[in-house]
């Protein structure tokens, strides 16, 4: 399994990047692919989440409202659509992918849960 995350970049307060997520080695019917960033000096925080099976989308509190997560089988491609940006959306962010069974309900949030991650790709948000 491997994990592409592109589209970061430098982009002002109120503006919009869509990053992308390529998967090989992986089908999106049967992984379920999160989205992760970690700012300076944090911990990497969970982001959004897309289920497997449904395509069921999740979103963190910090970006409801504002980011969009979507997929795209045919491309084997998970994106994550981020609108209103802030200065505290500032991270590297990456995307994670995971096969197995979870009994939790909320298991998706925790790092730990994915076994197979990119290499990241750094969002700046500044005037």
């Known amino acids: 399994v491997q994990l592409q995350a592109s589209g970061g970049g430098l982009v002002q307060p109120g503006g919009s990047l869509r990053l992308s997520c390529a998967a090989s080695?992986?089908?999106?019917?049967?992984?379920?692919i999160g989205w992760f960033r970690q700012a300076p000096g944090k911990e990497r925080e969970w982001v959004s989440y897309i289920s497997s099976s449904a395509g069921r989308p999740y979103y963190a509190e910090s970006v409801k409202g504002r980011f969009t997560i979507s997929r795209d089988k045919l491309k084997n491609t998970v994106y994550l659509q981020m609108n209103s940006l802030k200065p505290d959306d500032t991270a590297v962010y990456y995307c994670a992918a995971d096969g197995s069974y979870h009994a939790s309900t909320s298991w998706y949030k925790d790092k730990a849960e994915y076994p197979y991650w990119g290499q990241g790709t750094l969002v700046t948000v500044s005037s």
């Open positions: 080695g992986l089908t999106l019917d049967y992984y379920a």
